[in-house]
């Protein structure tokens, strides 16, 4: 029986001779994308997905590009050799990985990718964003590969349950959202993390900040000082946090506390907790502060919570007052004093009746340095403050500010135009650096410009 006869005997589907498979500029036309679509339910009808199991990757890619071959010779296709290999190609995406997004995924200097429904896929690249000419067949097909991602964590999209985060095999981010809450159609986001973690060295080489902050950030890390990570979305928060983790000792005991797992320690103790959304019944959901919790109870020597956001706060503050020196957090503030604000409204929602006065209390005895990130207006990310809590003064939390950037204006091309200096303010953690044998020479704090 032939291919269009296992279709219905129809050749809807195929394109007809002479048809183009793809338009003037290379992009794949409606007739590709059906004849795609057509083959890849042929083949879901013929594999024996136990065989399937039992092949290594690049077995079951060659299977794959034989078998769709065999078709194509079948129906007597006409194609080109570039339709030929993208088709293969494509269908090896579709069985094997995330179908469109392979290519993107694939791709080093993608850093976001923003699938607006099926018909619009943005990526980000440097810091800036562009449109590209990769698109779904439809929703449904939209819907498929979001549902092969959620799935693998162990997570659910539906009518019921709308929104959805997840994490790639790689540890990228992923949030979904689909009908009836989105729209025009299912909406896709994936945050991308390097395969190889950065290193302080490449945000220098990057001007996110000086040799001297950097110099000072490391000291905190290694000398077990508290530490809050303030910016906005995509200012790097998470990326600055898994650098900062690199500077802790390998014979320390780290439990890492997020919900959706993306951070990437290289220390060899490190345990990883992630929460867990409510099932369908609306049972089950694990939160991150009662993953704060049993933390507590597993004996770590630092806690990591990705980022707080809510009840959590409160306990993260209590482990850090409690002998949990070094632990760090992420917080989304626009300045190192509206975190303290977020944070003292985040110890309210615990439910706790505390007077103003102690929660700021709690928060000042708790943290040591404030290191805010902020994305500047041409797509790059810099350390703008790093503040140090120096204590309270009458209700109010006193911070001195250690390292600054200063813009001074905007290029010709766009680019961010400042410098990074230090304030020339010696901060009191300074004594607390050298008794933890973190040696730092005073001059390192003298204000000296670094342009950019």
Not at 16 to 22: I, K, Q, V
Not at 185 to 212: C, D, H, M, W, Y
Not at 253 to 261: H, P, Q
Request: hydrophobic residues 40%; glycine residues 8%.
């Amino acid at each position: 029986m032939s291919l269009r006869d296992r279709l219905g005997a129809t050749t809807q589907g195929f394109p007809t001779p002479g048809e183009a498979l793809s338009d003037p500029s290379g992009a794949p036309t409606r007739a590709y994308q059906e004849t795609k679509a057509r083959i890849h339910q042929v083949l879901l009808g013929r594999l024996d997905l136990e065989a399937m199991e039992s092949l290594s990757a690049e077995s079951l890619k060659e299977e794959l590009r034989q078998m769709v071959e065999r078709l194509l010779v079948e129906e007597n296709l006409v194609l080109n050799a570039g339709e030929r290999r993208n088709l293969v190609r494509d269908i090896q995406y579709e069985m094997l990985g995330f179908g469109p997004l392979e290519p993107l995924l694939a791709d080093p200097t993608v850093s976001d990718i923003l699938v607006n429904t099926y018909k619009q896929v943005y990526v980000e690249r440097r810091g800036r964003l562009e449109m590209t000419d990769i698109t779904f067949t439809d929703d449904d097909h939209l819907m498929k590969i979001i549902d092969k991602i959620v799935s693998r964590v162990g997570r659910r999209i539906d009518e019921s349950s709308p929104m959805v985060d997840a994490r790639l095999p790689d540890g990228s981010r992923v949030n979904a959202i689909i009908p009836p809450l989105a729209i025009d159609g299912p909406i896709l986001s994936i945050r991308r993390f390097a395969t190889v973690p950065l290193q302080i060295s490449n945000l220098i080489e990057f001007k996110s900040l000086s040799n001297e902050m950097a110099q000072f950030i490391g000291a905190l890390s290694q000398a077990k000082i508290n530490i809050l990570i303030s910016g906005g979305t995509g200012s790097g928060k998470t990326t600055l946090l898994n650098i900062l983790s690199s500077f802790i000792g390998v014979t320390e005991r780290i439990v890492t506390i997020e919900d959706a797992a993306e951070l990437q320690l290289q220390q060899p103790h490190v345990v990883r907790l992630e929460t867990r959304p409510p099932n369908i019944e609306g049972r089950g959901e694990v939160a991150q502060r009662a993953l704060v919790r049993n933390a507590l109870r597993m004996r770590p020597d630092r806690i990591i919570l990705g980022e707080t956001r809510g009840a959590e706060a409160l306990d993260m503050l209590q482990a850090m007052n409690t002998g949990h020196e070094g632990s760090m957090t992420t917080v989304h503030a626009n300045t190192a004093r509206d975190a303290l604000a977020r944070l003292e409204s985040m110890i309210a929602m615990a439910g706790v009746d505390l007077p103003a006065k102690a929660a700021r209390a709690q928060v000042a005895s708790a943290i040591g340095v404030i290191i805010q990130a902020n994305r500047m207006s041409d797509g790059t990310r810099k350390l703008t403050s790093i503040q140090e809590i120096t204590g309270m003064e009458g209700d109010t939390v006193t911070l001195q500010e250690i390292f600054v950037f200063k813009q001074t204006g905007v290029g010709a091309t766009g680019a961010v135009e400042g410098h990074f200096t230090a304030t020339g303010v010696r901060p009191r953690c300074w004594e607390r650096l050298s008794t933890r044998g973190v040696e730092l020479p005073q001059s390192l704090f003298a204000p000296l410009r670094r342009e950019v």
